[in-house]
């Protein structure tokens, strides 16, 4: 027999000597299933390619797994059955392997436990046994809960995007198996996934919980849960739970000195019927002694003893913990051992953790104290904010966000439902920064080249940055900020147009942080300020740290980013060799204090600095350790900052730390050194204000509803630029490329405020179109890698936007403007899309055949003479409704009309009357072909599938009616007018949920139809575009009802669909959960999440919004550049409202004043613009425009 492995109770000083040790744990697997279970007791399942549950493998704090919790229901204390997830020393610890299975043993609390797991020869499932054993002198009752977080897809595709491969998850109870079932809705019909399945046999009540925020809870973590903090019993919760888990409980009764058994199943299968069969048909008797027989048969058939498997599975860990980090193995590698063991069952090799476990907790020193007795010191009168609902509120002004996070003793500080983010980011840098400070780094592209981890974690939001603060007197350390180790005291987070601001007061000090991008720079500065309240001088430390990933990656590869410490200069340097066109580029890390002064001590291994408890309690703060320079190669590199600071009674320090990246060394040394002159820092963040400040400013409204007005003056347009069109990232989706269609959008939204980025986008996008016409989907910077589909609208885009664009400013020579075709290989029959690298065509033009070309593409029709549908028309969940090329798109018509019709003043102006004969001819072609087959007798259909039956039709069992088609029926103008009234009545009728604030896109939602539209029947009902609302083509309701002239309810529909309006109060910000100062790019539209936001920031339905609300509603245009067009739809109880508009390109400015005395708004009767008349056409006013740089007033009056 093996000996026991026993792991010893390492000190966090012996690091660097653990880090060495070879990796311990197990790899079981019998050819169908892989399991990773590592002595600290985190781990992974997989089935072939498909990871069944979660592992990050973050080789430092690894704290993933499928996990045993244990809790004595008498005095609620809880353990786990390994070392994680719950922290603590136990009596004793020690693992066993033997082939086919792994032991963990612990004694804790008068418990023995073990935990004993193997893989079932012949099927995908792993059986765990868990023994306890009462050594106590009482009658102990021991609750078991089993935890794992569920993935069911690639491991790359789930790391990539967590939030979006977990929204076509569904769980399932089956109560006479103790099961629960697992499955994900495919995309396609030719997309397979296994089911996951997971069982708990026994006798007694059986609890379940399949969703991960109500297990853990918001603010909590796996190492205390909420579902662990009260004698409550599981939720019971299954079905569309948008963040699956899977986690049975069960109760054991033992009496002084009695063991007794239960075990847990996790496996999977091709179907239900088969993951059933594996919990129903597998006894758990002798699971375990069978599989150690057949290990032993595969060892003996590979000509090994026991010894030399141990080594393999030694060597097979430690083999791709190097291929991980390139530790922790001896070399060479038997490699001839490593193929005879393995190939046979063809065993994945994980990653592994390679840092010692926790020291066992004892009494909390004073170096781990984040309070004390008047730590806290009481602040003033707090500031009143605006549409305040418990969790934060706007200032004054409206330009910050101000999220209040009180401290709770013994629970922390109180959390908004999601994290709430800012974005802040130049063209070519930028940051995330959530309400704890937690948040990820990008330069040059914010998903090809991240600097620091992406997590997209909306419950956990961990970090991969922070800032502390430690005390040298006392050791006592806490963060500035919220998040990751905040003191026991309140905090208050101002998020601003480009920066976010930190308050709060403890441990006799005033702590004031300011986190910000500067206008140009590629670098994020958090500058701290620390006022010293107390009566004794105060020597304090501040550290920065920054886990480095340098690319796409979730996670670096360590080995893979080298680092250097530049003494002189006192920068640290990083690079990650080989990174395509980012492969040269470095990153810096540095300080900045007044006086000179450098950072003291710096640093770069990861493990070193974190050590085991995470960045919590980071190991080189805890322990009260100086920094000590770089680490020996290949291991997991961080940047990591000190700074030692002496303060005065009643004064104040400051420190800045930069974080960024140069083209080279060079140019990162000459960066600080910039940053390093007197008041430099302060320059920059006053600049940064200052630009955002002006900008958003150019457009200001008041009206009788603040959730408009709110929105309008200032933050669609910092989320639409910082976001949409520089970050091109947020917490929820992190795309980092333009996508045809949408930036173009973004861009001509902001030409009120900013022409020159519409002009500019515009150029872009032609310059990313093929010679043939169509364009790419989307593409990365900086070499413009992209994809090639067959989407339908993509192109028209650029003739409908630039002719926007030419209607606002009037710039005609936009069109003259050159811009060469790319060319690329076209798609092949029956592909979809190819992702490749377009070359320049070399072939001319300008932007008026780019426009032709894309038209020319677009005219091809069906068999209804409306056009093809492609592989997606806007809706690109829609990708198979017209795959074959026959099926065909009704919003694609209208859509198509409205570029027609707009571009025919173009086409005369250029002198192409056969061009325009042509499109008007085709324009009239197709307003019949809507009115006789688009048509479907109460509402427009949306559709033909390509056999040639109607999407969008009372005759469809699900997606009867969307939106899209009902709205620009009307917006095209293509529309009879009796169709367009009942069109919209209808939306109206079918897709309008008043009561829970939302529009849908479509009703009802794609679930069993046999039908299949595309991939937006895998979304799971009412989520996305699946019959949530899609907050794009709400607007565009609102839009059609503006120009309809139903003026009431475009206005109530547009205040309905402002984010401050769906969190008013607190039970409503916990309904809608994301942030209430951006727009949110759907709203869930089908229980139990109705009412709840989706993905926020990264929607372009700010800029429509922005859009809808001055053009359509208040019906403020500036038409051709010369005039000022006044035309408003607004509600007849509305007293008036008022729009102040400064001029792009200079500083005059026009204080629009309208009033409706008679509250009849139905049109303009009068304007004056300084006193004097002004001309009044069809209803409204127009203005023209003086540009003299002086404030003119306008008053217009309604009647």
Sequence with gaps: MPRPDVLRQTSPEASARARA??????LLSNGKLAVLLTAEGTGYSACGATALTRWAGDLVADRDGYFVYLRDLEDGTAWSAGRQPVPGGPADYRTVWRPGRYEIARRDHGIESRLEACVTPGAALEIRRVTLHNHSRRTRRIEITSYAEVVLDRPAAFAAHPAFSKLFLQTELVPELAALLVRRRPRSR????????????GTGRLQHETDRLRFIGRGRSKAAPLALASRARLSGTTGNVLDPIVSLRRVMRLEPDQAASIHMLLGAADDRELALALVSGHGVDGAFELAEREARAEIERAGLDTGAAERAQAQALALHARDGNAAGAEAPFDLDLLYRTWSPVAAPAPRVALVPPPVPPGPRPAARRRS?????????KEERLSSFNGYGGFSKDGREYVVRLGHRPGAGLRLPPSPWINVLANEEFGCLVSETGAGATWSGNSREHRLTPWRNDALLDPHGEALYVRDEETGEFWSPLPGPAPAAADYEMRHGFGYSRCRHASHGLDHDTWLFVPRRDPVKIARLRLTNRSSRPRRLSLFAY?????????????????TEHDRAASVLLARRPGRGPFADRVAFAAAV????????RAADDRAAFVGTRGLESPAAIRERRTLDGSADADLERCFAQQVVLDVAPGATAECAFLFG?????????????????RDAVCAALDDVREFWAELVSRVRITTPRPAIDLMVNGWLAYQTLACRLWARSAFYQSGGAFGYRDQLQDAVALTMLEPALARRQILLHAAHQFVEGDALHWWHPPLGRGIRTRFADDRLWLPYLTMTYIETTGDWNVLDARARFVT????????????????DSGAPGDVFDHCCRAIDCSLAVGPHRLPLFGTGDWNDGMNRVGREGRGESVWMGFFLHAILDGFLPACARRGERARLRRYRAHRDRLRAALEAHGWDGGWYRRGYYDDGAPLGSRRSDECRIDALAQAWSVISRAATPERARRALAAVEHELVDEPSGLIRLLAPPFDRTERDPGYIKGYVPGVRENGGQYTHAALWVVRALAELGRRDRAARLLEMLSPVSHARTRRQAETYRVEPYVIAADVYGA????????????TGSAGWMLRVTLESVLGVRWERGETLVIDPRVPDEWPGFRVAWRVPGGTTTYDVIVRNPRRRARRVVEARIDGAPAPVAAGAARIPIARDGRTHRADVVLG
């Excluded at 007044?594 to 003291?600: D, K, V």
């Design 21 to 26: 040790a070879p990796p311990r744990g197990c």
């Design 190 to 201: 030719d997309e397979r996934h296994p089911w996951l399945v997971h069982a708990m046999p």
């Design 372 to 380: 004390g007795p008047g730590a806290r010191r009481r602040r003033g």
């Design 546 to 562: 920054q886990e480095l990933v340098l690319g796409a990656d979730p996670r670096a590869p360590a080995g893979s980013v080298v």
């Design 593 to 600: 204090v007044p006086g000179g002064a450098r950072a003291l």
């Design 661 to 677: 990246e140069e083209i080279d060394a060079g140019e990162a040394r000459a960066l600080v050194r910039r940053y390093r002159l």
């Design 824 to 839: 690329a290989r076209p798609l092949d029959p029956g592909e979809d899309e190819a992702y490749l690298e377009p070359a």
């Design 1087 to 1098: 229980a139990p999440h109705v009412g709840r936001g989706g993905w926020t920031w990264y």
